[in-house]
Nanobody
C-alpha cells in the first residue's frame, strides 16, 4: 500500500508564505506525475499545479508566478512553495501521485488526506 502525507499547512496573513510538503511511503517503486489540488468549501476540487518525473511543471493561471512546485525523486517528496498568499487561496490542499508499486505493476493514483491552508485578510 502507498501513503501520501501532506504537511506544512496553517494560518497565515495575506501576503505571507507557506511551504507544503507531500511525502510518499510504503510500496513505492516509482512515481510518475505528482500534483497539488485544493478544495474550498462549496467548490469542486481543482488542480493547483503538477510536476512530471522529469520536472516539467504546469500551473493554474490563478497561482502562476506566486506558487512553485518542485520534487525530490530520491526522497519521494513533492513541495509547493506558496508566496503572496491571498484570502481566496484558503482551502484544503491535497497531494496526488501516480505510483507504481513494482516494475511491472502499472500506475495507480493515490491521494493524501489534505492539509488546511487559511489566509486571513
Amino acid at each position: 500500500q502507498v501513503q501520501l502525507v501532506e504537511s506544512g499547512g496553517g494560518l497565515v496573513q495575506a501576503g505571507g508564505s507557506l511551504r507544503l510538503s507531500c511525502a510518499a511511503s510504503g510500496s513505492v517503486f516509482s512515481i510518475n506525475t505528482m500534483g497539488w489540488y485544493r478544495q474550498a468549501p462549496g467548490n469542486q476540487r481543482e488542480l493547483v499545479a503538477s510536476i512530471t518525473r522529469g520536472a516539467r511543471t504546469n500551473y493554474a493561471d490563478s497561482v502562476s508566478g506566486r506558487f512553485t512546485i518542485s520534487r525530490d525523486n530520491a526522497k519521494n517528496t513533492m513541495y509547493l512553495q506558496m508566496n503572496n498568499l491571498k484570502p481566496r487561496n484558503t482551502a484544503v490542499y491535497y497531494c496526488s501521485a501516480q505510483v507504481a508499486a513494482t516494475w511491472n505493476s502499472g500506475w495507480s493514483d493515490y491521494w493524501g488526506q489534505g492539509t488546511q491552508v487559511t489566509v486571513s485578510s
